[in-house]
């Protein structure tokens, strides 16, 4: 069983421990018990008021009675606030707010940079992202996806919503792996923030290059008024 933890993971454990007013090793082990290991930030980002109380309650368990003292330790746990933390805030999305946008993903180990290999970035920074907005959606943990017994293919799947992924590098049998989950691998070998690959794929969307077109599900500007062209001989 892996056992590991993300340094987000334990730097917010340790805070939410001292919001409640027990030691770390036990808040760690508590939530081991309900949530599993490995504890990975997307698990305590799942953690809800009730999961918590729950967790620490019970036989064996920590007593916790200030509701407002869970809450406090729960927003923690997900990230708000968390001093000396590196990872950016998700931005609120929900299904359909952004129209003709694609969802990217991108191989990243701190912060919000885009700095991740494939098979071993610590997380995938997930954006929403159309030609005049982009939201950071999601930030998800690669580490359960080293305990799966084909660890690319796992990797593939925990982005299996995404159109297109961007990492610094992607071995061939990798690739071959997200191209068939129907995900576009890009390479982008210079260390950046991520923001600013987001902004040139939104400039892209404005005028789509043939491959991003397909993903889009549009007719390439270059080939409309071919497909024009088609129609009217299909009409004559």
């Not at 940079?113 to 098979?119: Q, V, Y």
Request: glycine share 6%; net charge negative.
């Amino acid at each position: 069983m892996n056992t590991s933890i993300t340094r987000e993971a334990a730097l917010r454990i340790g805070l939410a421990a001292m919001e409640l007013n027990v030691a770390p090793r036990e808040l760690t082990l508590a939530l081991a018990e309900k949530l599993e290991l490995p504890l990975t930030e997307s698990k305590l980002c799942a953690c809800s008021v009730e999961t918590l109380r729950a967790t620490m309650d019970g036989e064996g368990g920590i007593c916790v009675s200030e509701k407002e003292d869970l809450k406090r330790a729960v927003r923690i746990l997900w990230g708000e606030g968390v001093s000396g933390s590196d990872l950016p805030q998700r931005e609120a999305y929900s299904e359909g707010d952004m129209p003709n946008s694609i969802r990217l993903a991108c191989a990243s180990n701190s912060g919000e940079m885009l700095d991740g290999h494939f098979g071993s970035c610590e997380r995938f920074l997930v954006y929403q992202v159309s030609a005049s907005e982009a939201r950071l959606i999601d930030l998800r943990s690669t580490l359960e996806a080293e305990e799966a017994e084909d660890k690319n293919l796992a990797r593939a799947a925990l982005i299996n919503d995404c159109q297109v992924v961007y990492v610094q590098s992607i071995g061939g049998p990798a690739a071959a792996k997200v191209i068939r989950a129907n995900i576009h691998p890009v390479k982008i070998t210079k260390t950046s923030p991520a923001r600013e690959s987001v902004a040139r794929l939104q400039t892209s969307l404005q005028t789509p290059p043939p491959w991003l077109a397909r993903i889009m599900g549009i007719t390439p500007p270059s080939l409309e008024r071919f497909a024009a062209l088609a129609a009217e001989e299909e009409e004559a």
